[in-house]
T-cell receptor, first 113, second 112 residues
Framework: DQQVKQNSPSLSVQEGRISILNCDYT??????FLWYKKYPAEGPTFLIS?????DKNEDGRFTVFLNKSAKHLSLHIVPSQPGDSAVYFC????????????FGEGTQLTVNP | DAGITQSPRHKVTETGTPVTLRCHQT?????MYWYRQDPGHGLRLIHY???????DKGEVSDGYSVSRSKTEDFLLTLESATSSQTSVYFC???????????FGPGTRLTVL
C-alpha cells in the first residue's frame, strides 16, 4: 500500500503566483517529512523538511505546512519562478526506521513565464 | 554537492544477463541506499546499508542483491535481468544523525 501519496501528477502555474503541492500520508508513526526537487536527468535534491512537532517551516520562498490530524502536508512556493519547474517528491520517515524514507509518486510542477 | 557518483550512467542489456551498478561516495557517510524510480511510483527503496557488510532489504528487493565491502562503495546486482527491471536507479547517502539523503545522478537501465 502507498503510505505517502501525492494525488496530483502535475500542476501548472503562472510565474509570480503561488504553487501549492500536496501530500497525504497514512502512517501515524511518521515523525519527519521532507520535500525533494528533481530536474530531468539529475538526482533528487533536498529542498525543505519539517518535524512532526512543528506545523510550519519556512525557507525563503518555500514553506512547508504540516497538519498532523489530517495526515496532510503541503509545500508552498511564493512567488513561483520558471526555474522551479521540476518534479517534487514528498518523503516521510518513520521514527523506528532510522534514516529510511518513504517517497510519494511525485508532482510535476510547470511554472509558465 | 555531496560527492556521489554512479556508474555506468546508462546501460542497455538483454534479459537474463547479470548487471552490476556501482555507487561511490567520498563523504564517508555511514548509510547508503539504492532506489528505483518508475512513473506513477516515485522512488522505491530496493536495499540499503547501515555500515560495511551490513545491509537490509527495502520494499522492492526481489531480484536484486547488494554488497558493501568498503565504506565508499555500494554495489547493486541484478543476477538475471528482466524487462520489469528497466528503470532509473538512484543511489543515496546519509550520515548517522542525518535525516536528509543526498542522491547521485542516477543510472538509466534498459533491459531488452
Amino acid at each position: 500500500d502507498q503510505q505517502v501519496k501525492q494525488n496530483s501528477p502535475s500542476l501548472s502555474v503562472q510565474e509570480g503566483r503561488i504553487s501549492i503541492l500536496n501530500c497525504d500520508y497514512t502512517n501515524s508513526m511518521f515523525d519527519y517529512f521532507l520535500w525533494y526537487k528533481k530536474y530531468p536527468a539529475e538526482g533528487p535534491t533536498f529542498l525543505i523538511s519539517i518535524s512532526s512537532i512543528k506545523d510550519k517551516n519556512e525557507d525563503g520562498r518555500f514553506t512547508v505546512f504540516l497538519n498532523k490530524s489530517a495526515k496532510h502536508l503541503s509545500l508552498h512556493i511564493v512567488p513561483s519562478q520558471p526555474g522551479d519547474s521540476a518534479v517534487y517528491f514528498c518523503a516521510a520517515r518513520e521514527e523506528t526506521s532510522g534514516s529510511r524514507l518513504t517517497f510519494g509518486e511525485g508532482t510535476q510542477l510547470t511554472v509558465n513565464p | 554537492d555531496a560527492g556521489i557518483t554512479q556508474s555506468p550512467r546508462h546501460k542497455v542489456t538483454e534479459t537474463g544477463t547479470p548487471v552490476t551498478l556501482r555507487c561511490h561516495q567520498t563523504e564517508n557517510h555511514r548509510y547508503m541506499y539504492w532506489y528505483r524510480q518508475d512513473p506513477g511510483h516515485g522512488l522505491r527503496l530496493i536495499h540499503y546499508s547501515y555500515g560495511v557488510k551490513d545491509t537490509d532489504k527495502g520494499e522492492v528487493s526481489d531480484g536484486y542483491s547488494v554488497s558493501r565491502s568498503k565504506t565508499e562503495d555500494f554495489l547493486l546486482t541484478l543476477e538475471s535481468a528482466t524487462s520489469s527491471q528497466t528503470s532509473v536507479y538512484f543511489c543515496a547517502i546519509s550520515d548517522y544523525d542525518g535525516n536528509e539523503q543526498f542522491f547521485g545522478p542516477g543510472t538509466r537501465l534498459t533491459v531488452l
